[in-house]
């Protein structure tokens, strides 16, 4: 491959930033197909974006196989966003913290 030409591949890479912004629709196969070789190129190369690929694929591949959440996932879903809501870590999180205090 001439050097020209290695560079010019190279400049139409993406790099990391690009992908996060488009990889939800490209796992969801909404990316036009440009876009998608281009991710598939970079995601091939970069193992960071690689397992990042490789954990959304396994969640919605875990997500597809049951019908309805179990209870116990939505409680722990429910605390945190309430957590991320600003009301407070839950319960279970709180003995989790460093300190050991509960703060």
Not at 24 to 44: I, K, M, N, P, W
Not at 62 to 81: C, E, K, N, Q
């Amino acid at each position: 491959m001439s050097s020209w030409l290695w560079q010019r591949r190279r400049s139409r890479r993406m790099n990391c930033m690009q992908v996060a912004r488009v990889l939800q629709s490209y796992l969801d196969g909404e990316s036009d197909e440009f876009t998608a070789r281009r991710v598939a190129e970079h995601v091939e190369d970069c193992r960071r974006c690689g397992l990042e690929v490789a954990v959304y694929r396994e969640i919605k591949h875990a997500l597809a196989r049951h019908d309805t959440p179990d209870a116990a996932t939505l409680s722990r879903l429910r605390g945190f966003s309430e957590a991320l809501m600003g009301s407070g870590p839950p319960d279970d999180q709180v003995s989790r913290t460093p300190s050991g205090d509960g703060a």
